[in-house]
């Protein structure tokens, strides 16, 4: 071993950095070889070398030192001083690099479990400040995780065809009722905005749903802890992009229907337009929505110039307008016959006044609440009929409300065997879609039944997608 050693020594002895190299390390150097030779004595030698010749290159390698080669002499000798001092020096580096990265870790864990506790405590003290809105947010939370387990909202037994009450309906001498209904659908909500495809692409969406959603339990966690009636996920306000789509139907509304539609265009379409703006030769009409916030926000920031206009007109709330679904957005946040808070993007908008239109022009005295869980989407849509009948003197009704529950009604109310693309398709954001609604006194089964004539069909603004 000590020849193999000075014959190793000679040939780093004409390096001026391996001769630094060994003066510097050279006690290191004893203390691991008798070590090494002590615990390698019932080894094989050849066995021995190869394994030490790995770790020699693996340590030339990390340490970023070239491997010095003579042309009349061979490779070092794995079992050199050297290449152990090489080994010996790599392994102190790796045991305080790995010392370090430990004390990193145990002070990052401490930091952690000092600043646990005064976020909690910080927590609880926001919520027992704001408790009647914190009670609120969590009884609106049992109620939507009871809705998604027990509602069947989606689900009715199957309905006659209403095609079999109407053989005359073109007849001017038979007992059909007509009523004019304007279907407005709500602008995007911050729910659709979260969960839905919308205007983008598939890529960009499966992209930033993560980080999308992460966005929104943000914001819901500090709209509880500020106490306010308001949710990114419940009874979902519009959201940015549904706040642009409301300003163009406002912006289309604003045109003059002399203008805007041509001698070729159909007169019913132009006089759909003047009803919209409450022009002063059009025939009375009213206006109604979803208790949903963001149906009543698309009502209000649509319609705000024909509000702005006529000061004693308001929205008239109706809960039988409410969304057609389990999830926890079609779920009124705001208490009964209580007036709407707009949310904190309406809030900061500048073009609207909310807070003025919800405070003297939305009627809430017909809002009692959320729909019953033991309740269907059928139901609701067959009150409405008979409210805007009943209940409605206006011939015209425009109604604020939601993609799932007019694509329900067109495929209820439509006769079994059309094939209109209501039935199929959703109304478009801020879509506008007109129609007649028949209803006639059923002798037999001693009920009204309803009817949408499908030739009545317009699409006034947007369209189906």
Sequence with gaps: MQASSSSAVGLVLRSSKVQNTYNDNITIIRKFVHKHNSQQTSVNRSQQSTVINHQSIEINKQINEPTYQFSTSPQLDPNSSVCLSRLASSRLLSTGSHRHNNQTMTSISQIAKHLLRPFILTVICFLIFNFSAALHKLKLTIQGIAYLIFCKDKSWPKQSDPKIFFQNIKDQNSNVVKKTIIFVRHGESTWNDTFNKGHRSLGIFVLGFLP????????????????????????????????????????????????????????????????????????????????????????????????????????????????????????????????????????????????????????????????????????????????????????????????????????????????????????????????????????NGGTDRFMVDEDSIRVVYGGFQ
């Design 212 to 443: 999308g959603l992460i966005k929104a339990c943000i914001y819901e966690f500090y709209l509880v802890l500020a106490g306010k009636i308001d949710s990114w996920f419940y009874d979902s306000p519009l959201s940015l992009l549904g706040l642009e789509q409301v300003q163009s139907l406002a912006s289309f509304m604003k045109q003059s229907p002399n203008r805007l539609f041509t001698k070729n265009r159909d007169p019913a379409e132009k006089l759909i337009l003047e009803i919209l703006r409450k022009d002063p030769s059009a025939p009375d009409s009213i206006l109604v929505s979803s208790s949903l916030r963001r149906a009543i926000s698309t009502m209000a920031a649509s319609f705000q110039d024909r509000l702005l206009k006529n000061p004693n007109e308001s929205i008239v709330v109706l809960p039988c307008l409410q969304e057609i679904s389990r999830n926890p957005d079609t779920l009124s946040i705001t208490p009964p016959k209580t007036n709407v808070t707009p949310s904190w993007i309406e809030a900061a908008y500048p073009d609207v006044d909310f807070k003025a239109i919800f405070a003297t022009q939305v009627d809430m005295n017909l809002h009692f609440g959320n729909k019953p869980i033991d309740t269907n989407g059928y139901k609701r849509m067959k009150e409405f009929c008979t409210f805007a009948f009943n209940s409605i003197d206006e011939e015209f009704i425009i109604v604020g409300g939601h993609s799932i529950w007019f694509r329900s009604f067109f495929k209820e109310f439509l006769p079994r065997d059309s094939n209109h693309v209501s039935k199929k398709k959703k109304v478009v954001n801020c879509g506008a879609v007109s129609f007649s609604l028949c209803k006639i006194y059923d002798d």
